[in-house]
């Protein structure tokens, strides 16, 4: 019995590890995303081209991220863990930002500074926490869960 329950705390961590590993990849290039809102901001490139990207790059990549994490990594904490509440608090926020049709310049800025905020959180303090309160949590996943799905590439590089 104990044999049987060490194995399943050994494929909760690796699977955590896949997870996390997943998760931490899409938080860089995530962090690409807030250094082209701010390129494209330097080159003076034309504010409704960015967020033309800014809004392919939310839909195609944070907002499935987005709900990996509410489905997979949140529970662990529980969903009225502070820092969970904070970091869902920060999605609403990045959303209204997105979603935002008018006042684009100011959206943008707010986007670059507020996803890298999030991001940084994320990794330190949630991340953190998760790997402490593994042991009691189990996680499954199907490993075509953590491939990427092939997205349309952006042709438009302004950042360039």
């Not at 869902?88 to 979603?99: A, G, N, P």
Request: glycine content about 2%; proline content about 1%; hydrophobic content about 35%.
């Amino acid at each position: 019995m104990n044999s049987n329950k060490a194995a399943i705390n050994k494929e909760n961590k690796i699977n955590l590890e896949k997870l996390l590993s997943s998760l931490h990849r899409d938080h860089q290039q995530s962090l690409e995303l807030c250094w082209v809102i701010r390129e494209g901001i330097r080159q003076n490139v034309d504010s409704e081209r960015i967020k033309k990207y800014a809004n392919w790059y939310y839909i195609n990549e944070l907002e499935p991220h987005f709900e990996i994490e509410k489905e997979y990594i949140f529970p662990i904490l529980g969903m009225e863990n502070e820092m969970v509440k904070k970091v869902l608090t920060q999605h609403r926020r990045l959303k209204k930002h997105f979603t935002k049709e008018i006042e684009v310049e100011k959206a943008l800025s707010r986007i670059e500074e507020e996803l890298e905020v999030l991001i940084r959180y994320e990794e330190k303090n949630i991340f953190q926490a998760i790997k402490k309160n593994i042991s009691s949590f189990e996680i499954s996943l199907n490993d075509s869960f953590l491939e990427k799905q092939d997205h349309q590439e952006w042709n438009d590089v302004f950042w360039q």
